[in-house]
C-alpha cells in the first residue's frame, strides 16, 4: 500500500506544472546570453593581464563590454568597475565612501537590502540616520532635507526599488536634495537596472549597483557605476585589474554575459514594462476577486511600484507557517522575502521596518518577460485551493 502511495504521489509531482514567479531573486538566463558566454569561454579564454595576444584578446572582450554598458547607461567606460554581483558593489561604494571620501554620517532607511544594512553597521564611528517611510515604504522627502540640513560630511543611501515590496525611490528628487546639501549619494538599483531605462546623468547619483542575473544574466557578476569626479582607493587588494580599483583575475565570461543581457533588456524594454505590468495588474485584481480580506505590502500603483515584484497578505489560516512549502508542492516557486535571508528565521526586516502585520502570511511573487498568463492563471488556482480552501475548513 505505501507503495503504491509514493507511485502515486511521484506521478502527480510530474504532472504538477512547474511556475517560477521568484524572479526577484534570480531570473533565468536568456538564451542570447548563453551562447555569447559559450563563445568567450571557447575562444577567448586568455588572462587579460597577460601581455600576449591571447591576454589582449581576452582584455578587448572586457573594455568593448564596459563600453557597452556605459553607453547604456549613459555613463562613460571608466565610470564602470566590474564586481562579482550587487552585494559586492553596495560593499564597495558604501565602504569606499567612509574610507576614502570622508563620511561620517550615513543616512539610510530600515529597508535597506542587507548588503546596504550591514555594510553600514560594520563603519565604525559612522553615524547612522533613518528617513521616515510610510506605511507603503515611501521615502519622506521633507524628513530627508530636515536630516541633510547639515554641515556633517554625509553619504545617502537609499535603495530605488524594495526587493520585498516593490516601491519606488523618487530617486531625481533625493539625487537634487543630495546635491542641494553636498551630500553623497548612493543607490542600490540591483531591482531595477535591466528593467528601467537608466540614465546617470538624469539621476546624477553618485553611485549605483548592479547584479547581472537579476535581468537574465549569469551570477557571479555585476558592476559598479563611479562617478568620474570621484576617487576611490581598492576594496579588494591583490592586483591593478579594473583601473586599480578591484585585484583578481576579471570574471570574462561573466562580463560579456552581463552586456549581452543588459543589451537585451534595453532593446525592447517599454514592451517588456507592458507585459510585465499586465500580468502584475491581473494577478492583484483575480487575487482580490478570489482571496477574501486579501491585502498587499508597499505600493500597487503602477508609478510608484516596481512591476516585477508582488508582495501578498494573505488571511490567517490554518498551517499558514506552511504556505510556502504547500505552494511549492503544487509546483509554484515564490519566496516569503528576500533570497539572501530565506535560510534565516528572523522574519522580513523590510515589513518590520514598514510596521506591517507580520503576524499574517505573505508571499512575493514576481515576474519576468517570459512568465505567461497562463503560469499566473496556474498560481492563482493553487492560491484559491491553499489558502482559500484552508479558511473555508
Do not use: W
Not at 286 to 315: A, I, Q, R, W
Amino acid at each position: 500500500m505505501g507503495y503504491s502511495l509514493d507511485l502515486r504521489t511521484f506521478a502527480n509531482q510530474i504532472l504538477t506544472m512547474k511556475v517560477y514567479l521568484d524572479n526577484a531573486a534570480t531570473t533565468p538566463m536568456a538564451p542570447e546570453v548563453i551562447e555569447r558566454m559559450v563563445d568567450v569561454m571557447k575562444n577567448h579564454y586568455g588572462n587579460p593581464s597577460s601581455i600576449h595576444g591571447f591576454g589582449r584578446d581576452a582584455k578587448a572582450v572586457i573594455e568593448i563590454a564596459r563600453r557597452e554598458v556605459g553607453k547604456l547607461i549613459n555613463a562613460e567606460p571608466k565610470e564602470i568597475v566590474f564586481t562579482s554581483g550587487g552585494t559586492e558593489a553596495d560593499n564597495m561604494a558604501i565602504t569606499c565612501a567612509v574610507k576614502d571620501l570622508s563620511v561620517t554620517r550615513i543616512i539610510s532607511s530600515p529597508i535597506e537590502h542587507h548588503a546596504v544594512v550591514h555594510s553600514i553597521e560594520n563603519m565604525n564611528g559612522v553615524k547612522l540616520e533613518h528617513v521616515r517611510l510610510s506605511q507603503t515604504g515611501v521615502v519622506d522627502l521633507a524628513h530627508l532635507e530636515e536630516l541633510l540640513d547639515s554641515d556633517e560630511k554625509t553619504l545617502v543611501t537609499l535603495m530605488h526599488a524594495n526587493n520585498e515590496i516593490g516601491t519606488l525611490l523618487d530617486i531625481k528628487a533625493v539625487s537634487k536634495l543630495c546635491k542641494k546639501y553636498n551630500a553623497l549619494f548612493h543607490s542600490d538599483t540591483v531591482q531595477t537596472m535591466g528593467h528601467y531605462k537608466i540614465d546617470v546623468k538624469e539621476i546624477d547619483a553618485d553611485f549605483i549597483t548592479c547584479g547581472a542575473h537579476k535581468f537574465h544574466g549569469p551570477k557571479g557578476v555585476g558592476f559598479l557605476y563611479v562617478n568620474k569626479e570621484i576617487n576611490l582607493s581598492p576594496l579588494i587588494q591583490g592586483g591593478s585589474q579594473e583601473r586599480g580599483l578591484r585585484g583578481g583575475t576579471e570574471n570574462i565570461t561573466g562580463i560579456a554575459g552581463l552586456a549581452e543581457a543588459l543589451k537585451l533588456a534595453n532593446s525592447d524594454i517599454e514592451e517588456h514594462i507592458s507585459h510585465v505590468q499586465g500580468l502584475k495588474t491581473y494577478m492583484i485584481a483575480e487575487l482580490k476577486k478570489k482571496v477574501p480580506g486579501v491585502e498587499f505590502h508597499g505600493e500597487t500603483d503602477p508609478e510608484k511600484s516596481l512591476y516585477t515584484v508582488l508582495n501578498v497578505c494573505f488571511p490567517d489560516f490554518e498551517n499558514k507557517s506552511m504556505l510556502l512549502f504547500l505552494l511549492d508542492l503544487d509546483g509554484i516557486a515564490c519566496s516569503g522575502g528576500s533570497a539572501c535571508t530565506s535560510g534565516s528565521n528572523t522574519g522580513s526586516h523590510v515589513l518590520r521596518g514598514i510596521k506591517a502585520d507580520t503576524n499574517r502570511p505573505n508571499a512575493r511573487f514576481s515576474f519576468s518577460r517570459y512568465t505567461t498568463k497562463k503560469e499566473v492563471d496556474y498560481a492563482l488556482s493553487v492560491i484559491e485551493k491553499v489558502v482559500v480552501g484552508a479558511l473555508v475548513q
